[in-house]
Structures are given as C-alpha cells and as structure tokens.
C-alpha cells in the first residue's frame, strides 16, 4: 500500500462528491426529501421522514436495507444523516447545496462513524491513534 | 465486503499498540507481546483473537504456542470499501443529473 493511501487512511474516512445541477435548490429539495424521487435517483426503496430524529431507510434492488435518522433539514441547504446496515458500519452523510451559475452545486460528504464492539452492542466512538499506528506500519 | 472488523479491531488502544508492535517489532507470541505491552497475557491473548478475526494478524504454531505476525492486506479491504462508497455516489449523482435535465 503505498503512502498515500495511507494519509487518506489516517484521517477522516470520507468520501466526497461535488456536481453542478441544472436546476434551482426548490427542485432539488424535492428530490431530497420525497421518499419516492430520492429513491429513483439513490437506487432503491426509499422512506425518509425529513425532520430532525426522523427516520431514512434504503433497501438497495441488490444489497442489505441501510436503516438510519435524519438529523439536520435546513430547507432548500442542507439535509444530512446517519445510517447503517444491520451488520455494516455506520455513516454520516452531509448532503450541501449552493446557488451557482446556470444551476446548483450538490455536494455530498459520506464520512465513517469509528466504532467499537464492546460486548453485543457496537458503540460509538473516537477511532484512537489511527495516525500513529498508520505512520508506523507504513 | 464491508470490513467492520478491520474498523473495530483498529478502535481499541490495546489492540493497536499489540499491532504496531507486530508490524514494527516482527513476529512475536503472546507472551513475548505481554511483556512490551502493559496489559495480562490472557487480555493479549483476547486482543490478538480479535485481530485474528480480522485478518490484520497471522498465526504460525511456535512449538508450543503460537507466534504472530502483522498481515497488511484488510488494511486494502478498506481502501477498497471507500473507493466503492465514491463509485456509489458517482452513480446516483449522474441519475439525479439526467432526471433534472
């Protein structure tokens, strides 16, 4: 594995995604926040309460449901969650949009939430030293 | 595969200092790690079936115990699970962008 995977290792996991949209930031929040529209373009069957606390689940035509709560729904700006499958690992995932020329810019963060399994239940926590460890082994 | 073992195995102080140990060090039993590091045999014994369990360790029978050593390749598991997170919302970002055009 060469160094810079590790550096990308090292720090957040975090996948991040940028797309100018050719439409306003009303039409979009409509693909965002209704079930069956977000789930055209996501790729599956989708219901999402979009309110703080509310919940979001995917059941992709090919893979496990991802199950999870809504936390922040800022109308027409900003909706993010966090979700996971039943044995996968839990995500953030923090979706922007911002005005620009000729549309919006759609920006999606999906950002690994460390866990640890202490007894049955995984719990949730600060993923310790990754970089002293990473830096170590490379 | 998504490796959540990889994460939980990396999640626990102990458990990486017993790894970077392995990857630093070189190959070692459990009661050769339990003097470097600061926790009982047994507690190593624990950590290293955990590391097991996640592919970061292999086990070579020493004798009569069983020596370790540090095996990097779930740590491409998790590259990989990240550039198939990426390839996922490339996916669904182009159908939102043809359904809006």
């Known amino acids: 594995m060469d160094e810079s995977r590790f550096e990308e290792l090292a720090g957040d996991v975090v996948v991040e995604r940028s797309v100018v949209l050719p439409a306003g930031p009303d039409s979009i929040w409509e693909h965002l926040t209704d079930g069956d529209l977000l789930g055209d373009w996501m790729d599956g069957e989708v219901t999402i309460a979009p309110r703080p606390g509310g919940a979001i689940t995917l059941a992709p035509p090919d893979g496990p449901v991802v199950w999870g709560t809504v936390e922040v729904v800022i109308p027409e700006r900003r909706l993010q969650w966090s979700w996971r499958t039943d044995d996968g690992l839990p995500t953030q995932v923090e979706i922007d949009l911002d005005p620009a020329e000729g549309g919006t810019i759609l920006t999606v963060r999906e950002t690994l939430l460390p866990w640890t399994t202490s007894g049955l239940q995984p719990q949730w926590t600060d993923w310790p030293d990754r970089r002293a460890f990473l830096s170590a082994v490379a | ?101």
């Open chain 2, 1 to 101: 595969m998504v490796p959540h073992e990889v994460f939980a195995a990396l999640a626990d102080p102990t458990r990486l200092d017993v790894l970077t140990r392995l990857a630093k060090g070189g190959p070692a039993t459990a009661t050769e790690l339990s003097v470097s590091v600061p926790v009982s045999r047994q507690a190593i014994t624990k950590h290293l079936a955990a590391l097991d369990a996640a592919g970061l360790v292999d086990r070579n029978p020493s004798g009569r115990e069983v020596r370790y050593s540090f095996d990097p390749s779930p740590l491409g598991d998790l590259v990989k699970w990240v550039e198939g997170v990426g390839d996922t919302w490339d996916r669904r970002l182009e159908r939102l962008g043809s359904t809006l055009e």
